[in-house]
């Protein structure tokens, strides 16, 4: 799924906004619209195509719930939806401790593979723009910013494998997340 023009992002606003209403036809279609998206993000955070399946019903569940909620004015329905299905990836994560990548190589293998059936969702424009605003930060703040986010590790995990005190990587992130938005905004 690319989301190209700001005629596609608002449509998607609607049809988020349309749900929230209850109204099935326009849910089927977010989910047509964006489910492999959000698929692919969930099998690069799980690596288990059964486990990104359930993760993704969950967050359509979710959607289903929650879309009354969903405020255009805060932010678009494809960081909503992105963001609601990173959350559940990451609780999924932090249930199943014990499987979490403790190598960096291992991660970046995880980050930068291509799993066919994300390879589409992938090759998308916004894909390519985060990857080139990521490309941007520093290197040890990108790794930090990789694994938080593919991992669900948290600060005081990253400040251990990258022995630094809390609060740098406290504000390594935060950083890094200021700029991430900016990049992405341009």
Known sequence: ???????????????????????????AEL???????????????????????????????????RAAGFDAKKGSATTWLMTLSRNKAIDRLRQHREELLDDSSALDTAVDGQPEPASDAEASQEYRRLQHCLAELEPQQRDSVREAFFTGAT????????????????????????????????
Do not use: H
Request: proline share 2%; charged share 30%.
């Open 31 to 65: 989910y047509k619209r964006t489910s492999s998206m959000l698929f692919g993000m969930c099998l690069r955070m799980l690596r288990d195509r059964g486990a990104a399946e359930e993760v993704l019903q969950e967050t359509y569940t979710t959607v289903w719930r």
């Open 155 to 186: 600060y005081n995990e990253l400040a251990i494998r990258c022995k630094v005190p809390l609060g740098t990587m406290k504000s390594w992130i935060r950083r890094s997340l200021m700029q991430l938005r900016t990049c992405l905004d341009r």
């Open 1 to 27: 799924m690319s989301i190209a023009s700001p005629a596609e992002r608002d449509e998607l606003n609607q049809l988020l906004s349309q749900t929230g209403r209850s109204d099935n036809k326009a849910f």
